[in-house]
Each structure stands twice: as structure tokens, then as C-alpha cells.
């Protein structure tokens, strides 16, 4: 497949691995078959026949990253994007470093939002040579209007069963997480539908007070999207939705850390709340990511890109980032001070759990998928394998 070396047996030896049990010193790992055959430290294992062996020199050796917050990326949008944009969109985030993705749409109408699913779930369909499209992330339409933030206020209405069941029924195990406004009418019985089909539940542009999302919670509710952004805040007499975010240990919290959305204090408050396996890191990335500045759309509305920042060129709201999964995993290691290990969980094994996938990737566990990425001492990015494949950057 373009864009992939064969996949031949590999050893990495001399490396510091990152697996759930902690770090690995000296560590090896061989790659076979798309999978990983074995791992451990000190002495590797001889290389019998056509392996190929890299030496990293002490370099670590992460899970792939998944990304489920994504809407885009090198100029291309997943609300539009044909086959070549989104195999643009994947390459370009494979390059740093995300192995598994979901598709983000915005708040659009029933037929835009129908017809996501359909491209999407065509490209599913034939062999993915980057990220691979893990499918879709609804962010909307049945959202807040007063924290809209970024979405198009025309589409937003309360939640409509009958889309929901359509969907399933026409693309069934496409729609994997779904972020809606709790407090909205009939958004309870939706979060239990959404429940039942497999599919996760998630607030986010929302108004909700800190009761209705433990109302949500206990029907199901188990997401929260770019905590802190576009939700109700903290009060002391009433939390709201960031309250409840923080102290129900049943929602699992995205973060976009970036160093824009999130002050690090923020992140910080977050992660001690939330610990390390309750925390997801997101890019909310739109189609500038990996762009000059200049002058975009995040959907239907206008954005402008100035130092690397998007912000809707109206409203001057932040519109998406221009981030990479690389990019937030390295801001939590060298501003925010959390252990490598633990944002690694945040990019990968905890994605991975939320979406039901920790059987198959996420973590380097012999037999899962050979998801792989190496990275400098310093935490650069130089190496991605997808199912044992080398990605050509």
C-alpha cells in the first residue's frame, strides 16, 4: 500500500518501552506478522533470517496514538473530503505519530451529516495505508446554542431518534461516539439509544447544570469533549458541567493540550481530578493543522489562522487547533510535568478502553497490533509502524 514499507520481522532493541506495566529499561520488541511476537528487556533475541534490527540508543518506544476528537488536517476537512483528502488527513496525522482515528464532523444538517457517514464508511471499507479511520465522531448537532462555540448555530436542535436509527441501521458500527448537550429535550432517553447501539455518549457545548449531567451519567453519559472548552463552568454553589466532569469518575475527559485552550493550571486541576487513566488527550484538530496561516473554513464558517492559532474570523472564538497528537503529548511531558508513561495512557490506552478496542491496540501487549512509534530521547518523533508497516514520512 502507497506510503508503507513491506511488512518484514523487526527488532528494536535498546530502547525504553512504555508498556501498562510500567517502563521498560533496555528494553526489545519484535514485530511480526503485524503484530507484536514478543517484548522484554536486556538481551534481545537473536536475528535469525531476513530481520531487520534497529539499534534506537536508548530512545522510547510508544503505542500508536488515537486521536477520537479530529476534524481535519493538511488543508482538508472529513465533512467534505473525498478519498484523496482523506487519505490526505490520515497521512498527515500518521506522520505524527496517531495510528487510529475518528472521523469528527461538526453540526451540519441530517443529509451532510449522512453523507459523512457514507464517504467515510466506504473508506473504511478498503485497506487504509495511514491513520486508520476507526470511524465516525458526531460533535453535534443536538448541542447548546449558548456554548456553541465553533459549531454553525443554523443545525443545532434538540435530539432526533429517528436520525440516530437510520444511521445505525444504514452504517452499523460507524457511529462510535456521539457529543450532545445533556440538558437539551429527550437527551436523556438519546444518551440511553446511543448506549444500546454501542455507541458513546458524550457532553460537550453544553449548558448543563452539575445535576443534569449526573442525571446524564446515570443513564449512561461516560464522555466529556475538550473539557473546560464550551461547557458550563465551575461554581462553588453550582459546579455545572465542569464540576461534574471532574468528580464522576464514570466520564472520561478529553483534553485539547495545546497551550491555548487549557491554561496548564487547568490541566494540572484536571489531571490530579481525573488521574491518568480518566484522561484523553485530543488535537481537535481542523484542516489548517499542518497549514501556513491564512484563511480557512471549519465547515460552512470562516476561520483565520495567525501564529498557528485558529479562531473564527467573525467571532474570534477558537475554531479547532492546529495540533498533533505528538505536539500534546509532548506539552503534558515538558509543560505540564506529567510522566511520559502516564501521557502516554492519556494518548493511547485510554482512547483505546473508551472505544472498546484495548483488545487490539493501544498498548504494546504481545499479540496486539503492531501500532508502534519511536521517539527521541527528547521526545521527537522518528519512527511510525501501523499493523507492523513502516509509515514513509
Not at 479530529?70 to 465533512?79: K, T
Not at 460537550?204 to 449531567?213: N, S, V
Not at 465551575?234 to 483534553?255: F, K, N, Q, S
Amino acid at each position: 500500500m502507497s506510503g508503507l514499507t513491506a511488512v518484514n520481522p523487526l527488532i528494536l532493541k535498546n530502547v525504553k518501552l512504555v508498556t501498562p506495566d510500567g517502563v521498560l529499561e533496555d528494553g526489545w520488541m519484535k514485530l511480526s506478522n503485524g503484530c507484536i511476537e514478543s517484548l522484554g528487556s536486556g538481551t534481545a533475541p537473536a536475528a535469525l533470517g531476513e530481520i531487520e534490527v534497529i539499534d534506537g540508543n536508548g530512545s522510547w518506544v510508544l503505542p500508536g496514538f488515537i486521536d477520537v476528537h479530529v476534524h481535519g488536517g493538511a488543508g482538508h476537512d472529513f465533512m467534505d473530503a473525498d478519498e484523496e483528502g482523506l487519505r490526505a488527513i490520515t497521512r498527515f496525522h500518521a506522520s505524527h505519530g496517531t495510528t487510529g482515528i475518528l472521523a469528527t464532523s461538526l453540526t451540519a444538517s441530517r443529509d451532510e451529516l449522512t453523507d459523512v457517514l457514507d464517504r467515510v464508511s466506504r473508506f473504511m471499507a478498503a485497506p487504509m495505508p495511514y491513520a486508520q479511520v476507526l470511524g465516525v465522531h458526531f460533535e453535534g448537532p443536538f448541542v447548546s446554542d449558548k456554548w456553541k462555540g465553533a459549531q454553525n448555530p443554523e443545525y443545532i436542535l434538540p435530539p432526533q431518534p429517528e436520525w440516530l436509527e437510520e444511521w445505525v441501521s444504514r452504517y452499523p458500527g460507524v457511529i462510535r461516539l456521539q457529543t450532545l448537550a445533556p440538558e437539551s429535550e429527550g437527551a436523556l432517553d438519546y444518551i440511553e439509544r446511543l448506549d444500546s447501539h454501542g455507541i458513546v455518549p458524550a457532553c460537550g457545548h453544553t449548558d448543563a447544570t452539575y445535576d443534569q449531567i449526573i442525571a446524564a451519567a446515570d443513564r449512561g453519559l461516560r464522555h466529556a469533549v475538550h473539557t473546560f472548552n464550551a461547557m458550563r463552568p465551575y461554581h462553588h454553589r453550582e459546579p455545572g458541567t465542569v464540576g461534574a466532569v471532574l468528580t464522576d469518575d464514570r466520564i472520561i475527559a478529553e483534553v485539547i493540550a495545546d497551550g491555548h485552550h487549557v491554561h496548564a493550571a487547568g490541566i494540572e486541576l484536571l489531571r490530579r481530578a481525573k488521574g491518568p487513566d480518566r484522561v484523553i488527550l485530543v488535537t481537535d484538530a481542523m484542516a489548517a493543522a499542518g497549514m501556513p496561516d491564512g484563511d480557512y473554513r471549519l465547515g460552512e464558517l470562516p476561520v483565520t489562522m495567525t501564529c498557528g492559532v485558529a479562531r473564527l474570523t467573525n467571532s474570534g472564538n477558537l475554531a479547532g487547533s492546529t495540533l498533533t497528537m505528538i505536539g500534546a503529548l509532548q506539552h503534558m511531558v515538558r509543560e505540564i510535568g506529567v510522566p511520559i508513561a502516564d501521557a502516554s495512557r492519556m494518548a493511547s490506552a485510554n482512547p483505546a478502553r473508551q472505544l472498546g478496542i484495548d483488545s487490539v491496540t493501544g498498548t504494546l501487549e504481545v499479540g496486539k497490533r503492531a501500532d508502534v512509534l519511536l521517539l527521541s530521547d527528547q521526545l521527537e518523533l522518528e519512527r511510525v509502524w501501523i499493523g507492523g508497516q513502516e509509515i514513509v514520512r
